[in-house]
């Protein structure tokens, strides 16, 4: 996915990947001529990106790495930044610095206190983006208690109460086994008793709107309902 969104920014674009984890954005920037500056709050995360650039490309473009807390982008003067691409942690799934770090917002569990500071983050976004400028957010649900929780909805309110609007929402089709791929657009449940019938109608829905290039993908994928 990261490398389709890095496509929809311009050559010698100035970009922003405020928690670079494993480098993938520097990577495709290094591969297709963008400038980046890659942060992250793990220190780890900047060493793997900068062993991750080691190799040869036709392009040099200027990626800097530094480690920084994303809630405060003190080193960005207003709208200076052409494309923001971020990729969070999905509240506590994975705890990146295994909460030896404690402002990496992965320690956060309650999903209100995360978006919280993810509305921080935003804030900071709004402000170094140029106007008219995009900034594509990676983000995924998660369920507690085998209820679905709508963290990628909840994350979207914030980017929109700081001021931001939403031009479109992507889902991503993954492709599994065929015998756990009953359902395979934006959320994999692990078995289909999990699936709600509210859920079901919604990828019914889904499925009814895919072009017939995305449903010839999405059977390719193993994609059946
Ligand atoms: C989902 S991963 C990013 C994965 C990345 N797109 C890749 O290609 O590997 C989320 C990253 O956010 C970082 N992170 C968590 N809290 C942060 C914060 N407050 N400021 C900056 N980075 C943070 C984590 O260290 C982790 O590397």
């Not at 389709?4 to 311009?10: A, D, F, K, L, P």
């Not at 990626?63 to 969070?88: C, G, Q, V, W, Y």
């Not at 610095?97 to 921080?120: A, G, R, T, V, Y």
């Not at 929109?160 to 065929?178: A, H, Q, R, T, Y």
Request: one cysteine or more; proline letters at 5%; glycine letters at 2%.
């Amino acid at each position: 996915m990261i490398p389709e969104v890095v496509r929809n920014s311009n050559e010698n674009d100035y970009l922003l990947d405020p928690m670079i984890g494993g480098g993938t954005t520097a990577i495709e920037c290094k591969l297709l001529n963008r400038n980046l500056l890659a942060l992250d709050i793990n220190p780890n995360a900047i060493e793997i990106t900068k062993n991750a650039l080691d190799f040869e490309s036709e392009f040099n473009p200027k990626i800097k790495l530094e480690l920084n807390d994303s809630r405060s982008l003190a080193m960005l003067n207003d709208e200076s930044i052409d494309f923001i691409l971020n990729h969070p942690p999905y509240v506590d799934i994975i705890h990146y610095s295994e909460k030896q770090i404690p402002e990496d917002l992965s320690n956060i569990h309650d999903l209100d206190e995360f978006c919280d500071e993810i509305e921080k983050v935003a804030k900071e976004f709004y402000r170094v983006l140029k106007k008219d400028k995009y900034c594509a957010i990676l983000i995924g649900d998660t369920r507690r208690n085998k209820m679905y929780q709508p963290l990628a909805f909840k994350v979207m309110e914030r980017f929109l109460k700081v001021g931001f609007e939403l031009k479109k929402v992507m889902f991503i089709l993954e492709n599994l086994p065929p015998n756990k791929a009953k359902y395979t657009i934006e959320k994999q449940p692990q078995n289909i008793e999990e699936v709600s019938n509210e859920e079901q109608h919604y990828y019914e829905e889904l499925l009814s709107n895919m072009t017939p290039d995305d449903k010839e993908v999405a059977s390719k994928e193993s994609f059946e309902i």
